[in-house]
Structures are given as structure tokens and as C-alpha cells.
């Protein structure tokens, strides 16, 4: 089965900056990655998806890529603000079969005034 | 957008009793429903598939007998957590997908936290 790995410190970061979020997977390469926002007692919240052709993804703020050499995706948001702050989990196919998600275990960020 | 509706949103249950979570998806039709688990400051873990119409499919670990699922309808799926224990509290959260072309990501209900005291 698939292996996920975010960073599992929070990222502090100052307004206006760029936050860049990291996402490893250790075996097959995934048809397709996803990423999502979590805030405290809700559920996850789609943001972006990115497909194994496509090296590149934007989305407003959003920039996502996909390395299927590296087995890396990073997640930018660009002049970030306070409202930014939360969990931000990766998702890929459980298996190349089938349509069920595995999570990451988030990367927490805080993006201080 | 699609939209996923899930009740209760909190619910404290006595040790031994059972409790149902409801989840709906309220614009579109969802012939599959995903049942998550998630313990605090760990990610979502996939618990079972529910197919309407059919028998849900469940994750290796996940016992079928105490994690009954009902997918009656095209729109409605329920998960009952039979004879709870302080061990099953914890934050369940469902998710499905519309067929919309070009909609791929998939919508989350807003879960459920449990209690078992």
C-alpha cells in the first residue's frame, strides 16, 4: 500500500510570504494527487487536484506540482494571510485500482501578522 | 458545489449503547460514500467504502459487526457504532463524489465527533 509522508511540524510563517508544503510517497506512482485543507472539528476541504502528466497546477493563490521522478509534491500558497492557517493534508489513490483516498498526516500552518 | 451534510455533529454516547451517524449528499447522487476515522493530531483514516445497494466494503482492521453501515438510497448512508467503547470516541467523517465532469476532488461531510463516557 501507498506510504505518505508530510512534514509533521507546523509551519510558522509571516504574512505575505510564501508557505511551501511538502508531500513524499514511497511506492507506486499515484494516477493523480490531491491536497486538501482541514480546519479544527471540520472535515477536509478539496483544494487542487494534480494529474501524473501535468507538472504544474495553479489555482488563485494556489501552486501545486507533482515530481513523479522524486515522488514529491509541494504545495505553495503565495502572500499568504492569517486566514490561511490550517492543516493542509495530501491524498492519493489508496491503490491504481480503485477510487478510495489515503491521507497524509497534515502539515499544520500558522501564518502570524 | 456539491455538498455533504453529516449528523450529529457531536454526540456523547454511554459505554455499551449504540449510536448512528447520518451522512447526505444533498445536490447530487452518491452511489459510493467513504467513511473515515480520525484521532486527534492524526490524519484520516479510511474505515469503509459504502456501496448503495449493496454490502460495504471494509478496511483491514475494521470490524464489520461493530461498524454497521447502510447505504439505503442514492443519497444517504449511515454508519452505527454498535456496543460503543471509551476506545471508539473519536471524530468520524464522510465523503463522496459527484460525477460532475471536470469535478474531481471529494466533498467531505463536516464529521462527528464521539464520545463514549
Known amino acids: 500500500s501507498q506510504k505518505i509522508e508530510q512534514n509533521s511540524e507546523a509551519l510558522n510563517i509571516q504574512e505575505g510570504k510564501t508557505a511551501t508544503l511538502t508531500c513524499n510517497y514511497t511506492n507506486y506512482s499515484p494516477a493523480y494527487l490531491q491536497w486538501y485543507r482541514q480546519d479544527p472539528g471540520r472535515g477536509p476541504v478539496f483544494l487542487l487536484l494534480i494529474r501524473e502528466n501535468e507538472k504544474e497546477k495553479r489555482k488563485e493563490r494556489l501552486k501545486v506540482t507533482f515530481d513523479t521522478t522524486l515522488k514529491q509534491s509541494l504545495f505553495h500558497i503565495t502572500a499568504s494571510q492569517p486566514a490561511d492557517s490550517a492543516t493542509y493534508l495530501c491524498?492519493?489513490?489508496?491503490?491504481?485500482?480503485?477510487?478510495?483516498?489515503?491521507f497524509g498526516g497534515g502539515t499544520r500552518l500558522m501564518v502570524k501578522p | 458545489g456539491a455538498v455533504v451534510s453529516q449528523h450529529p455533529s457531536r454526540v456523547i454516547c454511554k459505554s455499551g449503547t449504540s449510536v448512528k451517524i447520518e451522512c447526505r449528499s444533498l445536490?447530487?447522487?452518491?452511489?459510493?460514500m467513504f467513511w473515515y476515522r480520525q484521532f486527534p493530531k492524526q490524519s484520516l483514516m479510511l474505515m469503509a467504502t459504502?456501496?448503495?445497494?449493496?454490502?460495504?466494503?471494509?478496511e483491514q482492521g475494521v470490524e464489520k459487526d461493530k461498524f454497521l453501515i447502510n447505504h439505503a438510497s442514492l443519497t444517504l448512508s449511515t454508519l452505527t457504532v454498535t456496543s460503543a467503547h471509551p476506545e471508539d470516541s473519536s471524530f468520524y467523517i464522510c465523503?463522496?463524489?459527484?460525477?460532475?465532469?471536470?469535478?474531481?476532488?471529494?466533498?467531505f461531510g463536516s464529521g462527528t465527533r464521539l464520545t463514549v463516557v
Open positions: 445536490d447530487f447522487q452518491a452511489t459510493t
Open positions: 459504502s456501496n448503495e445497494g449493496s454490502k460495504a466494503t471494509y
Open positions: 491524498a492519493l489513490p489508496l491503490n491504481n485500482a480503485g477510487n478510495m483516498l489515503t
Open positions: 465523503s463522496a463524489r459527484d460525477g460532475t465532469p471536470g469535478n474531481y476532488g471529494y466533498t
